[in-house]
């Protein structure tokens, strides 16, 4: 019975949008050009992003959704958007921009 229960438990979630969002919320007065630096709490979300996004799927998901928001959300500065991991001193495997091509990322 254990063994079936096993078996039967759903694979972990993947990460959605709405998760991507809430996570990076913190950074908004930095992409803004509010505050001169990200602060800890929006490091800690792309920290924990970076974490969860731990698959290809999950990685072009978070990819796809930045530049959805960072274009829709008006005033976000690109240049201070895209500087946010390093800033955090994250690596992530894709630039954030405009231009990157969501499905290539790995």
């Not at 039967?8 to 919320?25: F, K």
């Not at 946010?84 to 405009?98: E, G, L, R, T």
Request: charged fraction near 10%; glycine fraction near 8%.
């Amino acid at each position: 019975m254990v063994v079936a229960l096993l078996v039967a438990a759903p694979a972990a979630s993947a990460v959605t949008c709405g998760q991507v969002v809430s996570m990076l919320a913190p950074c908004i007065m930095y992409a803004t050009g509010r505050v001169s630096a990200p602060t800890g709490g929006c490091c800690d979300g792309v920290r924990t992003l970076n974490s969860a996004a731990a698959t290809t799927a999950d990685r072009q998901t978070t990819c796809a959704c930045l530049k959805q928001q960072t274009s829709a959300m008006g005033g976000l500065r690109p240049d201070l958007v895209a500087g946010i991991p390093s800033k955090c001193d994250v690596n992530i495997p894709y630039a954030i921009s405009p231009s990157t091509d969501c499905s290539r990322v790995h």
